[in-house]
Structure formats: structure tokens, C-alpha cells
DNA sequence: GTCTATATAGAGATAGAC
DNA sequence: GTCTATCTCTATATAGAC
């Protein structure tokens, strides 16, 4: 499943075969259809709820250890601008090409990536809330948050350039830094 | 073309099939090899670029017709959620899929895609530009602009609810208003 | 320019031995 | 539980007639 989901990311669902994960795992081919009797759709399944809880923990781990919130979702950022940086130039939305190839042709893939990001966007939704900011406004901001590091993940991977991914980073400082303003005055 | 590009948008590369292309336009199976005779991926590229075109005219039109940098801005993503409502929850990013799946194992498709997404930017980035935001803080808008986009239809289409979408407009509302005070200030 | 037929490879999935 | 062999289907691409 960890290959799984590694192979999700940069290709997406259509474009990763079972032979490959099979190969590159080194996972017994057998077992395959043992665990997974439902074939490959259950098994992304697997693969996109797990990365989709990973994706919900790091974040939330981070903004726990940091009290401001605006520092927090930056430091949030910054950890996924290195971690993009190191994985040549492909990691950072291991959910959105399934999320976009499948939303129309599997119910199932598309609510386990629907939930995924749910899960996501209620960890920022959290912090913002317990940092004063009205719930609605988090709300929002924690889904802006999220879609524009998803936005962001996809230009730098077709730039091959962590810039546009720094570059949303400031605007969502800016962002959260003016919400916050309106909501002290 | 028409048909690669539709398909495209809701099935990805690999999840897209000449059979499926050729069925689906009724454009005469030997032709295909004719005019491509290099395949599916010039094909492909040329659907994207074609895509790219049409996205940046879309912008562009609309940014050229409201005279207020945020109110134009606004018009466009609010645009953008009428047609994200009348295409089934599957249109408004229709290079995303191909960006991600191929980003990795075609320069050909990557460079295609970020030429696309470059025009798409620059054509947000101008009308900023012109309308008194300093040279780099208008690329970064545009990039977050175009970033926030692309992710609130990954999010809307997972949910399929306009919601995602919704937030994101008000946010960048928030955003373009807030950099122009800065500005102002 | 467009047709049909086909080559070749790979996909997902299954069967039955062990 | 895991193996290998194989089924069927579909993919991209090509050949050669018209």
C-alpha cells in the first residue's frame, strides 16, 4: 500500500497497474487478490483513506506545536515546500489525481478522497476556530488553505520550481493575517 | 480535439482511450494517424494547448470587461461556478488531471501544461499590474489566483458542491482587497 | 485521406496447485 | 497465504487496400 500510494501520486489511478505495484513492492502477487478480493478500486480505496489520514496527522501535529495560527499554517506550508523539494518535484497532493481522474466514473474513490480532504480541512478548520477566528470564516479559509496547496502542488510540478508553491505561501499569510485583522476590529 | 479535451478534463491521460476519442467525435478512425502521426501524446498536447488558449481568452475577455481588479477577478471565479454547475461537477480545471499524471514521465505534456498555466497567470497578473499592484506582489496574487482555482475544483468536484468553490471566491476576495491596501497604505 | 484488419503489449482478474 | 499460468479485454500503433 506504500508503494500504492506513492505510484497514485505521480501517475494517478489509470496510469498505475497492479503489475507495478506488484514489481516495485516486491508484495507477493498472490496475496493481492487475498487482501483485496474487490480487485484494484478497493486497494486504492485503502491506499487513498490511509494517505488521507498521514496528510490529516501531519498536519495536525504541526499545528499543535504551534500556538499562533498564522505561524502554524505557514509552518504547515513551508514543511510541504521542503518535502516537495526532496521528492523530485512530485510529492506534496497525493490525492488529487485520483480525486480528479475518478470523481466522475467511481462513487467510492471519489467520497474516500472527499473525506479525505474533509478530515484535512477540519484539522486547519480546528486551529482557526480555537484561535478566535468565527467558525464560518475558518470554515473558509481552511478550505482555501487546502485548495491552494493543492493548486499550488500542481504548477510546481509542471514549473519543476518550489516558486509557485512560495509564492501562495505568502498570499495565505497575508490572507489569514487579514482575517484576522477584521475579525480584532 | 474537442472531444480529447473533454475527456481529458474528466478521465485524465491514461484514463483516456483513442477508441474512446474516436468513438466518442466520430472523427474517422484513419485520420487520427494522419494528422498525429506521432500518437496520443501530440495529440494530447495539442489538446492541451488548445485548452490553454481558450482558458486564457476566457480570463482575459472578462478582465478586459470590469474596470476594478478585484470586482474582475471576482467575475471570473464567480463565471467559473456557473459553468462548474452546469457541466455535472466536472468541469473549470481541464489540464489538472494531465498536469499531475503526466508531470512526471512526459517533458513534452509538463512543458505543454505549464505554458498553459504561465498564459493563464499572466493574463490575471497584467490586469493586477495595471491596476497599481507592484510587479512581484501581482505574480504571486495571480499564481494564488490560479492556484486556489484549480484546487477549489479538485475540492468541489470530490464534494460535488460548488461550497469549495464558493469559499475560495470569497477568500480571494479578501485577499485582492487586503494586498490593495497594503498597497494603498 | 480514410478505411479495415491486425500486430503487440499490457491491463485487471481468475484458477488451481501447493 | 502464496505461487504460476492463463483468461479476456483493451490499449496504442501499424499495414496495406482503396
Redesign the pocket.
Given at each position: 500500500m506504500e508503494t500504492t500510494s506513492r505510484l497514485l501520486e505521480r501517475q494517478g489511478y489509470h496510469g498505475?497497474?497492479?503489475?507495478?505495484i506488484v514489481r516495485e513492492s516486491g508484495a507477493?502477487?498472490?496475496?493481492l487478490?487475498?487482501y483485496f478480493p474487490e480487485?484494484?478500486?478497493a486497494l486504492v480505496a485503502a491506499a487513498i483513506a490511509e494517505q488521507g489520514d498521514r496528510m490529516r496527522r501531519f498536519a495536525s501535529t504541526i499545528l499543535s506545536e504551534i500556538e499562533d495560527a498564522v505561524e502554524a499554517v505557514d509552518r504547515v506550508v513551508e514543511r510541504l515546500i521542503e518535502f516537495f523539494s526532496v521528492s523530485e518535484h512530485c510529492g506534496g497532493a497525493p490525492l488529487a489525481a485520483v480525486a480528479l481522474e475518478t470523481s466522475a466514473s467511481s462513487t467510492r474513490l471519489r467520497t474516500t478522497c472527499a473525506d479525505a480532504y474533509k478530515g484535512l480541512i477540519d484539522a486547519f478548520a480546528q486551529k482557526l476556530t480555537q484561535a478566535g477566528y468565527p467558525l464560518q470564516q475558518a470554515q473558509a479559509l481552511a478550505t482555501t488553505v487546502v485548495a491552494s496547496i493543492e493548486g499550488a502542488v500542481i504548477l510546481s510540478r509542471t514549473q519543476q520550481s518550489t516558486s509557485p508553491m512560495e509564492q501562495v505561501r505568502a498570499a495565505l499569510r497575508t490572507l489569514l493575517t487579514q482575517a484576522r485583522a477584521e475579525r480584532q476590529g
Open positions: 498505475t497497474g497492479l503489475n507495478q507477493p502477487r498472490g496475496s487478490y487475498y480487485g484494484k478500486e
